[in-house]
């Protein structure tokens, strides 16, 4: 008997919801952004642009945050982490800032646009397509925006190698960003690294997995931060999530206190690491509201070196 899959799958047979423009909306702290990051100013062209943009990328894989135009929203600068996180690029000399999962990279060019050094920060997805994708987002290249990419699999092990969190300063040096191929040299060294709408992509163990993967590759040195937000839920388990258009799911989902004691005596050392997690209710656009659906939250969090 075949074991039921809980996590984001799509069969090659499935109907995928399909696109909705009147989703788009921007709000104006993000029209301001995205006008200046693609130097289109007039608003119809850019609705137009990114509509464009958006169709290409949903054909490369079906995610709900590419439908729903989450990569509008500049969620990174809400988490309650990131005026921390900022810091650290002050406040470090050399600190890197890893963006996991970055689709567009529409966060970590958030970051940069706020301070952080490009020549410092690295993006990472499974999907080369959805970084090119980004390019053509911003109009902008590999030559005019330098800003290191590397794609891989969170679980492939040539990619961030199996090992435990770093309690000392790894005796290797840091590597050149610009000659990496793989995320393992840099285990140990990074400063910050942002996770979001990526962790409920997956079962359980897969999750546990994945946050064993970046503990890895977080520095020892207080104040290092791991952060981002995901889907969440009021009590830890398996939940059916409507993806929209008669399209469900069986997801597997942390609560607050659950993802807390993960990450603090279960992944780190008990009282190495500061964990912060807040479960905040998410509104649905794409969902008409009925008064019996089951409400959708998320988990804001952050993972903090002591």
Avoid at 8 to 14: K, L, N, Q, R
Avoid at 201 to 229: H, K, M, N, W, Y
Wanted: aromatic share 12%; proline share 6%; hydrophobic share 40%.
């Amino acid at each position: 008997m075949e074991t039921e899959k809980v996590g984001f799958h799509f069969s090659p047979h499935e109907v995928v919801p399909t696109l909705d423009p009147k989703l788009y909306s921007l709000n104006e702290e993000e029209a301001a952004f995205f006008k200046y990051t693609t130097g289109i100013q007039d608003e119809e062209e850019l609705k137009k642009h990114i509509l464009d943009v958006q169709a290409k990328a949903y054909a490369i894989f079906g995610y709900s945050c590419i439908r729903r135009f989450w990569f509008l929203r500049l969620n990174i600068c809400k988490l309650p982490a990131y005026k921390q996180v900022l810091k650290l690029a002050t406040e470090r000399q050399g600190a890197i800032f890893l963006d996991l999962a970055c689709c567009f990279g529409n966060d970590v060019r958030k970051v940069v646009a706020d301070g952080w050094p490009i020549q410092n920060a690295i993006a990472s997805d499974l999907r080369q397509g959805f970084w090119d994708a980004g390019h053509k987002l911003f109009e902008t290249t590999p030559e005019t925006y330098p800003l290191k990419f590397i794609p891989g699999d969170v679980f492939d092990p040539a990619f961030i190698a199996p090992r435990d969190p770093f309690y000392e300063l790894p005796s290797t040096p840091l590597p050149d960003l610009q000659s990496l191929t793989s995320l393992s040299p840099l285990q140990g060294h990074i400063a910050a690294v942002h996770a979001s709408a990526f962790v409920h992509l997956f079962d359980e163990e897969q999750q546990t997995q994945v946050c064993r993967a970046l503990a890895s590759l977080i520095s020892p040195e207080p104040g290092s931060t791991i952060f981002g937000a995901h889907a969440g839920a009021l009590r830890k388990g398996v939940r059916v999530v409507d993806l929209a258009g008669g399209v469900t799911r069986r997801m597997f989902f942390h609560d607050p206190n659950t993802w807390k004691e993960l990450w603090d005596g279960g992944i780190f050392k008990k009282g190495s690491v500061k964990v912060e997690a807040q479960l905040v209710e998410h509104k649905r656009e794409d969902l008409t509201e009925e008064p019996d659906r089951e409400k959708t939250y998320f988990i804001t969090w952050s993972v903090t070196r002591m």
